[in-house]
């Protein structure tokens, strides 16, 4: 078992930055580590996934080039550098963790990620 605590979430003006940690306890080794988000009447989707060497990273349209993950398997943290936020990034942002391997690098399907955390919730103002 994997347990995942996200932290760093808040309340920030448009424009503004967050930075988000996932940090993993119990059974660490897991290979990708995905972070997702669910808006309030909306479904929960992708922001950006990272292989366990960091070689293989992928982001969803809407926030490359502003959000940036990194993790540090030393620390069995994994970091969601957000920013540019907009209002539109509001939302309960949840970090993941997949324990098999994909040759083709870090998914971007919710269902594929075995242990999620609780939820963090950003929230940005206009």
């Known amino acids: 078992q994997v347990q995942l605590v996200e932290s760093g979430g808040g309340l920030v003006q448009a424009g503004g930055s967050l930075r988000l940690s996932c940090a993993a306890s119990?059974?660490?080794?897991?290979?990708?580590m995905g972070w997702f988000r669910q808006a309030p009447g909306k479904e929960r989707e992708f922001v950006a996934g990272?292989?366990?060497?960091?070689?293989?990273?992928r982001y969803a349209d809407s926030t490359k080039g502003r959000f940036t993950i990194s993790r540090d398997v030393t620390l069995n943290t994994t970091y969601l550098q957000m920013n540019t936020l907009q209002p539109a990034d509001t939302a309960v942002y949840y970090c993941?963790?997949?324990?098999?391997?994909?040759?083709?690098?870090?998914?971007?399907?919710?269902?594929?990620?075995?242990?999620w955390g609780q939820g963090t919730q950003v929230t940005v103002s206009s």
């Open positions: 119990g059974r660490t080794f897991t290979y990708a």
């Open positions: 993941a963790a997949d324990s098999r391997y994909r040759s083709s690098g870090p998914s971007t399907y919710s269902s594929l990620y075995d242990y």
């Open positions: 990272i292989s366990r060497s960091g070689a293989n990273i």
